[in-house]
């Protein structure tokens, strides 16, 4: 494992360049609009793989404003959707679709009380979009089934993690569908009992990623710098680099210092609601910035 060592670039300021004028290793960090989903009532209901005890609705609504606030000092531009009441998970709009610059995907979510939050959150893609595709039916396969927890956009290829949520019929319909844009996708392993690949890490920069250990042994990750996350906080993993800023949940203190050492402009939000049903600071959002 990899610190990231002084010759990090410096990150100031600026606004996000034109995509046309944007290294590539920028483009898996640098956006200008994100598609956020109100917590429902229902979230109390939502999936979770410990119960660590129900969701406080007013406090996670606190809390979700408090991102939205954060994402637009970073300089996006939000739309903030109404809740699904039907759909306790909605909130995390994330695992329903990836939003590319070429265009946007709707994701096939493998938890089944979550398929129908794909279909809901289309036509706010094909609002952002000109370009939205469906994952192709592949054989005997079928659709396969793949969430955007699982999925971690570098600046060089796209990684999806198998778990209990993605599997491979789903990932080979990711592959078909974004090869005429370019990507290189590759299958790695997410950890025994973690619900989500991007459970386990975050990225920092196009080559940088913040992760645990147990996601690091494996090596699968080696040839990116990677930043690990204290022992013992392992949750502060899930962050997420938006232009010049890294959104860290809060009360991960040392991991906090560990980023902010390593040249990262580090902003920590209460993320305690979400938490509790398994919720982290990329599962709130979809950022994207459109390359036409």
Same mark, same amino acid.
Not at 16 to 39: C, E, G, K, V
Not at 89 to 106: K, M, N, R, T, Y
Not at 213 to 231: E, F, K, N, S
């Given at each position: 494992?990899?610190?990231?060592?002084?010759?990090?670039?410096?990150?100031?300021?600026?606004?996000?360049?034109?995509?046309?004028?944007?290294?590539?290793?920028?483009? =898996?960090?640098?956006?200008?609009? &994100?598609? $956020?989903?109100? #917590?429902?009532?229902? /979230? *109390?209901?939502?999936?979770? %793989?410990?119960?660590?005890?129900?969701?406080?609705?007013?406090?996670?609504?606190?809390?979700?404003?408090?991102?939205?606030a954060a994402l637009e000092?970073?300089?996006?531009?939000?739309?903030?959707?109404?809740?699904?009441?039907?759909?306790?998970? =909605?909130?995390?709009?994330?695992? &329903?679709? $990836?939003?590319? #610059?070429?265009?946007? /995907? *709707?994701?096939?979510?493998? %938890?089944?009380?979550?398929?129908?939050?794909?279909?809901?959150?289309?036509?706010?893609?094909?609002?952002?979009?000109?370009?939205?595709?469906?994952?192709?039916?592949?054989?005997?396969?079928?659709?396969?089934?793949?969430?955007?927890?699982?999925?971690?956009?570098?600046?060089?290829?796209?990684?999806?993690?198998?778990?209990?949520?993605?599997?491979?019929?789903?990932?080979? %319909?990711?592959?078909?569908?974004?090869?005429?844009?370019?990507?290189?996708?590759?299958?790695?392993?997410?950890?025994?009992?973690?619900?989500?690949?991007?459970?386990?890490?975050?990225?920092?920069?196009?080559?940088?990623?913040?992760?645990?250990?147990?996601?690091?042994?494996?090596?699968?990750?080696?040839?990116?710098?990677?930043?690990?996350?204290?022992?013992?906080?392992? %949750?502060a993993a899930n962050a997420?680099?938006?232009?010049?800023?890294?959104?860290?949940?809060?009360?991960?203190?040392?991991?906090?210092?560990?980023?902010?050492?390593?040249?990262?402009?580090?902003?920590?939000?209460?993320?305690?609601?979400?938490?509790?049903?398994?919720?982290?600071?990329?599962?709130?959002?979809?950022?994207?910035?459109?390359?036409?």
């Amino acid at each position: 494992m990899v610190d990231a060592g002084p010759g990090l670039r410096h990150m100031g300021q600026s606004q996000p360049a034109s995509d046309h004028a944007m290294p590539i290793q920028d483009r =898996s960090f640098r956006f200008t609009h &994100a598609i $956020l989903r109100r #917590p429902a009532d229902s /979230i *109390v209901d939502g999936l979770r %793989a410990v119960d660590t005890g129900t969701p406080d609705v007013t406090l996670f609504r606190t809390h979700h404003e408090a991102y939205r606030a954060a994402l637009e000092t970073a300089g996006l531009k939000t739309t903030v959707l109404p809740p699904l009441e039907d759909f306790p998970d =909605s909130v995390f709009v994330e695992d &329903a679709a $990836l939003c590319l #610059p070429e265009g946007a /995907i *709707v994701m096939r979510p493998g %938890a089944p009380t979550r398929l129908g939050e794909a279909v809901k959150i289309e036509p706010a893609l094909r609002d952002a979009y000109g370009d939205v595709r469906h994952l192709p039916s592949l054989g005997d396969h079928g659709h396969g089934r793949i969430e955007g927890g699982d999925v971690i956009v570098t600046g060089t290829e796209i990684l999806v993690g198998r778990s209990a949520r993605t599997n491979g019929a789903g990932i080979e %319909a990711l592959r078909e569908t974004v090869r005429d844009w370019g990507y290189r996708v590759r299958e790695l392993a997410t950890p025994p009992d973690v619900l989500h690949f991007k459970t386990d890490c975050g990225l920092l920069d196009g080559e940088t990623i913040l992760v645990t250990r147990r996601l690091a042994a494996g090596g699968q990750l080696d040839g990116y710098r990677l930043i690990p996350v204290a022992d013992g906080e392992e %949750a502060a993993a899930n962050a997420v680099r938006v232009n010049d800023i890294v959104l860290l949940p809060a009360g991960f203190p040392r991991t906090a210092e560990t980023v902010r050492d390593a040249g990262y402009t580090v902003v920590e939000l209460e993320n305690s609601e979400a938490a509790k049903v398994d919720g982290g600071m990329s599962c709130l959002s979809l950022r994207f910035q459109r390359s036409a």
